[in-house]
């Protein structure tokens, strides 16, 4: 459940990584010239890829889903570092 798919109604600004010093990567957006390995390819490990949900991307204008994944990389931050 690592990667959720969307469908930008416009341009997304470049891409976009969110990560931090202690725990890594958070979140990361990527469009055009970025790749994703998907099934039915094999992870270096041995591990396959799989689909767990086969639904259209969720539409949406490239700006709010931006602005939704600075909260959800915020949120997910606070969530980590809180005791």
């Known amino acids: 459940s690592s990667h959720w798919w969307f469908r930008s109604l416009d341009a997304i600004p470049e891409y976009k990584g969110y990560k931090s010093a202690r725990f890594g990567k958070l979140?990361?957006?990527?469009g055009d010239g970025r790749q994703t390995?998907?099934?039915?390819s094999v992870h270096p490990s041995g591990e396959t890829y799989d689909w767990?949900?086969?639904?259209?991307?969720?539409?949406?204008?490239?700006?709010?889903?931006?602005?939704?994944?600075?909260?959800?990389?915020?949120?997910?931050?606070?969530?980590?570092a809180w005791p």
């Open 37 to 40: 390995l998907v099934y039915p």
């Open 52 to 80: 767990e949900v086969l639904d259209q991307p969720y539409e949406i204008n490239g700006l709010e889903l931006r602005d939704r994944g600075d909260k959800l990389a915020a949120a997910t931050l606070l969530r980590l």
């Open 27 to 30: 979140l990361e957006f990527r």
